[in-house]
């Protein structure tokens, strides 16, 4: 059932922009932690629970997993760092969905609508958030669950806020281990949220297979008011609240969906060799539980790419909901098709690693004695112009290779 994995959880090596070029032999991997690769028998018993467990079992389960991969204790991090290597062969066989828009254009009345369609469907939802500024206003989708009323009690959905500190990174690297924990734990669809303050729409949009933005009707008469970047990676876009003013809805419907054309192009379909191929030696994503079917193929061997798209709903009176997610159905099954989801997931986990890497060496250097001691002064003599920027930061690098 579980895709084959190398020694620690992990593809073997060879991203998916590695191209034809030969593909790196596979190092052996030592990344199992304790180094024996045991869990401790309170995680083992956690990691069955979050797998096999009984729904209530279960659902104790995934939060304390989730309370353990979010301490900041260093030898909490190393039990959740083990732990998490261990559930990674049962992640992966999820759809992934990222919902944005600013408060109050209705998210999370949608997610609501949305959850207890795909329930009555057989899914079980998932629905986290990646709110950075939640330390400030105590974390949104908590106030929210109240407006997921019955989503946040019905046994097969799982809602957790956003994680309340931390910087942006942090926060959603934190949000990207909850989804892999309810993914171990056999949500089919999980649902990201977040208002989009700073760059979380990018942060989110890099954990999830499909980036949803959601706009008010009157969108559309002020196109410069979304952000540019943020429309570039919609994937699909919204028009909620179409009950208060069809008409303002149907016309942002058609601006936005004229300047998405100027985004992204024009074109429907590309020829099939150029469409991204799996690594090789990778394993495949298993068939999602709702089928994908083959390969959208076109007269002439060509296949249909997805193309972004505009739809517009009533998310409080629950009109659309079934159009929204045959759409994204749609998506899955022409991406799935064309190998795209494997390969954003696999460009998502190496692009996150080095996300990781950098705050994570950015940390450390700053916390280096040697560093602590000169940053200050380099910092002045650079402000004061005696010293050149690029010669700072080389003295500082060298304080590392000091003890
Ligand atoms: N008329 C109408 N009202 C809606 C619709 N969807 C949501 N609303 C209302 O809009 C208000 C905000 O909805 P929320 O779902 O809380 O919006 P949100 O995007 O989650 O907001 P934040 O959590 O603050 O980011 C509520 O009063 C909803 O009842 C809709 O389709 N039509
Ligand atoms: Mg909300």
Same mark, same amino acid.
């Given at each position: 059932?579980?895709?084959?994995?190398?020694?620690?959880?992990?593809?073997?090596?060879?991203?998916?922009?590695?191209?034809?070029?030969?593909?790196?032999?596979?190092q052996?991997?030592?990344?199992?932690?304790?180094?024996?690769?045991s869990?401790?028998?309170?995680?083992?018993?956690?990691?069955?629970?979050?797998?096999?467990?009984?729904a209530?079992?279960?659902?104790?389960?995934i939060?304390?997993t989730?309370?353990?991969?979010e301490?900041?204790?260093a030898?909490?991090?190393?039990?959740?760092?083990a732990l998490?290597?261990?559930?990674?062969?049962?992640?992966?066989?999820?759809?992934r969905?990222?919902i944005?828009?600013?408060?109050?254009?209705?998210?999370?009345t949608?997610?609501?609508?949305?959850?207890?369609?795909l329930?009555?469907?057989?899914?079980?939802?998932?629905?986290?958030?990646?709110?950075?500024? *939640?330390?400030v #206003? +105590?974390?949104?989708?908590?106030?929210?669950?109240?407006?997921? =009323?019955?989503?946040? &009690?019905n $046994?097969? %959905?799982?809602?957790?806020? *956003?994680?309340? #500190? +931390?910087?942006?990174?942090g926060?959603?690297?934190?949000?990207r =281990?909850?989804?892999? &924990?309810? $993914?171990? %734990?056999?949500?089919?669809?999980?649902?990201?949220?977040?208002?989009?303050?700073?760059?979380?729409?990018?942060?989110?949009a890099?954990?999830?297979d499909?980036?949803?933005?959601?706009?008010?009707?009157?969108?559309?008469?002020?196109?410069?008011?979304?952000?540019?970047?943020v429309?570039?990676i919609?994937?699909?876009?919204?028009?909620?609240?179409?009950?208060?003013?069809?008409?303002?809805?149907?016309?942002?419907?058609a601006?936005?969906?004229?300047?998405?054309?100027l985004?992204?192009?024009h074109?429907?379909?590309?020829?099939?060799?150029?469409?991204?191929?799996?690594?090789?030696?990778?394993?495949?994503?298993?068939?999602?539980?709702?089928?994908?079917a083959?390969?959208?193929?076109?007269?002439g061997g060509?296949?249909?790419?997805?193309?972004?798209?505009?739809?517009?709903?009533?998310?409080?009176?629950?009109?659309?909901?079934?159009?929204f997610?045959?759409t994204?159905?749609?998506?899955?099954?022409?991406?799935?098709?064309?190998?795209?989801?494997?390969?954003?997931?696999?460009?998502?986990?190496?692009?996150?690693?080095?996300?990781?890497?950098d705050a994570?060496?950015?940390?450390?250097?700053?916390?280096?004695?040697?560093?602590?001691?000169?940053?200050?002064?380099?910092?002045a003599?650079?402000?004061?112009?005696?010293?050149?920027?690029?010669?700072?930061?080389?003295?500082?690098?060298?304080?590392l290779d000091?003890?």
């Open positions: 059932m579980t895709p084959s994995r190398s020694a620690c959880g992990a593809p073997p090596q060879g991203g998916a922009a590695s191209g034809p070029a030969e593909p790196d032999p596979p052996p991997l030592d990344c199992a932690t304790p180094r024996d690769g869990l401790p028998a309170a995680d083992a018993l956690l990691l069955a629970q979050v797998t096999t467990g009984d209530a079992q279960q659902r104790r389960a939060a304390k989730i309370t353990l991969l301490s900041t204790r030898d909490h991090r190393l039990r959740a760092d998490l290597n261990a559930l990674l062969p049962h992640t992966g066989r999820s759809f969905l990222g944005s828009g600013v408060p109050g254009v209705g998210k999370s949608f997610i609501e609508a949305l959850g207890l369609h329930i009555a469907q057989g899914h079980r939802v998932a629905v986290l958030a990646v709110d950075p500024s *939640s330390s #206003s +105590g974390g949104s989708i908590l106030g929210d669950k109240t407006r997921m =009323e019955q989503l946040s &009690v $046994e097969s %959905a799982y809602i957790r806020p *956003s994680p309340s #500190s +931390g910087t942006l990174g926060v959603a690297e934190r949000t =281990e909850a989804m892999l &924990v309810c $993914e171990a %734990a056999g949500y089919d669809v999980v649902i990201v949220e977040t208002v989009g303050v700073g760059q979380s729409e990018t942060a989110v890099g954990m999830t499909m980036f949803v933005l959601m706009q008010l009707p009157n969108a559309g008469d002020d196109l410069q008011a979304i952000k540019k970047g429309m570039e919609a994937d699909l876009v919204v028009i909620n609240k179409a009950d208060l003013d069809e008409a303002a809805a149907t016309r942002a419907r601006q936005i969906s004229s300047a998405q054309r985004f992204h192009g074109g429907m379909a590309h020829p099939a060799p150029g469409a991204p191929e799996e690594t090789p030696g990778r394993p495949k994503f298993p068939p999602p539980p709702w089928g994908a083959g390969a959208q193929s076109r007269p060509t296949i249909e790419q997805w193309q972004p798209t505009v739809i517009q709903l009533s998310a409080l009176k629950a009109q659309g909901v079934d159009t997610w045959q994204v159905q749609r998506f899955q099954t022409l991406r799935a098709a064309a190998g795209q989801i494997a390969a954003r997931r696999q460009r998502q986990d190496e692009s996150w690693m080095w996300e990781r890497l994570g060496l950015k940390a450390r250097f700053r916390a280096h004695p040697g560093v602590r001691e000169q940053l200050a002064p380099l910092t003599a650079v402000r004061a112009g005696e010293v050149a920027a690029s010669v700072a930061a080389r003295r500082l690098l060298d304080l000091t003890h």
